[in-house]
């Protein structure tokens, strides 16, 4: 396995501090300002969310979500966190210094400053193996009724293109009124069980609407008459998920201790 230099780069102690001249004065160093860390054992429902201004917020809610907020974008998925970093839960809260307004790279930093500080977290980024799929299409010059090519302008990316648009149905299927391919591709990992390549060669943007039975959870449900998901793809986009194994980013936690006391 591929050990990359960010092995290096993400212990606390080794963290070189971003260049002045690269972002806002406020963030040299990539600290967020005010930090709070308190122990929830409630049992209450919990939640969080990221503030536009980038400042974070949580109740009740495992400090996993802080460590994959500490990784970077690409990563596929987070592991070696020991069970309390994934079952108990803390509010949190961690404010951006007045004006900061950090890139995502930058409250990454933050995020693995602040856990390096309380948690004495490190993590290094390395390459596996992992089983996933290729998005191809099924007949080439044919694609499916639910699969057409996006009216909408899109010079700058809003609410409605791109994966801003998509939408997952609780009822089982998806709509995206404008989306590209390989970003249609990066949002499907979770509803497919793996990493999909896009192999489709389709240029542009196309607005999708497909459907298909959500995963039976209970054997003894009705059987839903939508067709499963590989079907769907076939049927109604004229696409297909190919299984293939693939290299994907991996962060992995070589070592996090509970947070200290405020």
Known sequence: MLRLLLALAWTVTGMAAIPA??????????????????RNTSGEGGGFQFLPDGSFRSTNTAVSVMVRGAAPLDVFEVVGLPDWAKGDGYDIIAKTPSGANPSRDQRAEMFRNLLGERMKFAAHVEEQERNGFALVVARRGRLGPQL??????????????GVNGLRFLRAGGLDAPAIRMN??????????????????????RYEIALRYAPPRLDPAA?????????????????????????????????????????
């Open 183 to 204: 970003e249609f591709a990066g949002a499907l990992r979770v509803t497919v069980g793996g990493p999909v390549t896009d192999r489709t060669g389709l240029d542009g």
């Open 148 to 161: 057409r090519t996006s009216m909408l302008e899109c010079v700058d990316v809003s609410a409605k293109c």
């Open 222 to 262: 009705p059987q839903d008459d939508a067709p499963d998901i590989f079907t769907a793809f076939q049927e109604q986009l004229g696409l297909k998920l190919v299984p293939e194994k693939t290299k994907v980013r991996i962060f992995v936690v070589d070592h996090i201790e509970r947070p200290t006391p405020d």
């Open 21 to 38: 001249q690269s972002q806002p004065p406020a963030l040299v160093g990539a600290q967020f300002d005010v930090v709070s860390i308190k």
